[in-house]
């Protein structure tokens, strides 16, 4: 899962700009659709991208000011609501990756109007409401990718 994250981030940061396309009735979300393949970002005071990995499964990376880890992982937990979830994230530079394979909490975090990243440096809230909608249309540029 880690190389897998890794490389999409890495496809992420290298990719040439291409245009975003906004989502419709997903709020700030925007599709970004480039030959490393596709993801969906909103700019907040956490960027906040997601992807759909090779399972089908949501990857989550997220990059606040001030973000940075000593290592290569951080111990955190990411917060829906009321739920909480003890993660073990990839970093890189400034960003927070975590694969997310518990299909209750995705489906949870798709429907969430907000996230709540607890890290160790500090807790940051993002918007993430019309993530289910991104998810959607994810998977859906994908799919046309592969044909």
Known sequence: MRAAVVAAALAMLSAPAFADTPIPSAGDWVLVN???????????AVHLKALVNRSGHLVLAAAGSGW????????????????TQAIRATML?????????DTAFQSRILNASSLTWHLPWGDSATPSAGLDKAFAAIAECERNKAH
């Not at 480039?34 to 907040?44: L, Q, R």
């Open 34 to 44: 480039d030959p490393a393949g596709c993801w969906a970002e909103n700019n907040h």
């Open 68 to 83: 940075r880890a000593d290592g290569d992982h951080v111990d955190m937990r990411l917060q829906v609501g009321n739920d």
């Open 93 to 101: 530079i400034n960003i927070v990756m975590v694969g997310i394979d």
